[in-house]
T-cell receptor, first 111, second 115 residues
């Protein structure tokens, strides 16, 4: 089965700096890679996703890159703000039926 | 106008009891899921239903029994609760299973504490 690893587990950045979270996956058949943000006491919410036919996708301050050859994808948040503080999860899926989640990254943006 | 709702939000119970968690989605989605999130925040899928039919059943003790009366509801019944069942349980739904519109929408979670 798929194995998704996520690093780092915790990340602290100063407000305005950039944050990068990296994930690797093992199953070359995986073709859909969403990123979720989980705020305290809430369920995960999709923030951006990327499919295997695309190398990069950007949505305002958030971008995701995918390297299918190396089997890794990354989340980039620029100009971080305190409200970006949350736990971020990457996931990989090859059928849409089942997602394999990373272990999460707790991001703290220091004002 | 909640998309995916779960009840109860908090559940505190004694070991050995039987309890149920309910989930409803008003998005018109065909597929629903149950996830367990442990104290280390690790999210693991437990079950997935597509149009009331079970399509994913991970290695979960048979004390856990999902039931889908219709495609808008997926309930989770847990028998003989154990301390290790303490976790946050999330329900999620997606438009279809597989294909380009498989984004999952999560409910707010049910925090289960077994004493």
């Amino acid at each position: 089965g798929e194995n998704v690893e996520q690093h780092p587990s915790t990340l602290s950045v100063q407000e305005g700096d950039s944050a990068v979270i990296k994930c690797t996956y093992s199953d070359s058949a995986s073709n859909y890679f969403p990123w979720y943000k989980q705020e305290l006491g809430k369920g995960p919410q999709l923030i951006i996703d990327i499919r295997s036919n695309v190398g990069e996708k950007k949505d305002q301050r958030i971008a995701v890159t995918l390297n299918k050859t190396a089997k890794h994808f990354s989340l980039h948040i620029t100009e971080t703000q305190p409200e970006d503080s949350a736990v971020y999860f990457c996931a990989a899926s090859n059928t849409g039926n089942q997602f394999y989640f990373g272990t999460g990254t707790s991001l703290t943006v220091i004002p | 106008d909640t998309a995916v709702s779960q009840t109860p939000k908090y559940l505190v119970t004694q070991m050995g009891n039987d309890k149920s968690i309910k989930c409803e989605q008003n998005l018109g989605h065909d597929t629903m899921y149950w996830y367990k999130q442990d104290s280390k925040k690790f999210l693991k899928i437990m079950f997935s239903y597509n149009n009331k039919e079970l399509i994913i059943n991970e290695t979960v003790p048979n004390r856990f029994s999902p039931k889908s009366p219709d495609k808008a509801h997926l309930n989770l019944h847990i028998n003989s609760l154990e301390l290790g069942d303490s976790a946050v349980y999330f329900c999620a739904s997606s438009l279809i299973a597989g294909g380009p519109r498989e984004t999952q929408y999560f409910g707010p979670g049910t925090r289960l504490l077994v004493l």
